[in-house]
């Protein structure tokens, strides 16, 4: 399990709050126990789903700062909002990579989005970048320990036998 959604909340103070510049300058040292406490986050795991997607070797963009992905063994993440040992972006604050991140949509053939509600921008159009490309778009924000082996199994299952008459389950 990775950090709390951005919709969350922190002794009473939502996410969306706490995380932004203005926030950070006003409340230094509230900000600074909050920043203690993420920290703290670094020790957790990456999920089925982390692992499954570094297995695949699957490109992955993320705006989460837990690193769960890299602790999986992926090897090319695009970072939007920073990372933990780095330093994170703040909400008003540039997000980075976002050339990197929007030219490999534009060149993709299916963007799998998993655990977003894409609610944040410049992050959230990403996928209608992809749809306006004609690419092929799946959406998975529930039980994505589950889905995401799952969908990988039946995708790379379709593409390798793309050239055959068989279907989805081998008839």
């Known amino acids: 399990m990775g ?3 951005y919709d969350a909340a922190w002794h009473g103070v939502p996410l969306t709050e706490i995380m932004t510049r203005e926030y950070a300058l006003e409340h230094q040292e509230l900000f600074q126990e909050f920043y203690q ?4 986050w670094m020790d957790r795991k990456p999920s089925r789903a982390h692992y499954a997607l570094a297995e695949a070797n699957i490109p992955v963009i993320t705006e989460n700062i837990d690193m769960l992905h890299q602790k999986a063994g992926s090897t090319r993440v695009i970072e939007l909002h920073g990372n933990l040992k780095e330093g ?8 980075r990579n976002w050339d990197k991140a929007r030219s490999l949509v534009q060149a993709a053939g299916h963007l799998l989005v998993v655990g977003c509600s894409l609610d944040m921008k410049p992050a959230g159009r990403l996928p209608w970048l992809a749809k306006e490309n004609g690419t092929q778009i799946s959406i998975i924000n529930e039980a994505a320990d589950k889905c995401v082996p799952k969908w990988l199994e039946r995708y790379f299952y379709k593409r390798e036998n793309a050239g055959g008459i068989q279907s989805e389950n081998g008839k």
């Open 3 to 5: 950090i709390p959604g």
């Open 37 to 40: 406490e993420i920290m703290s």
């Open 88 to 95: 994170i972006v703040l909400r008003g604050d540039k997000i």
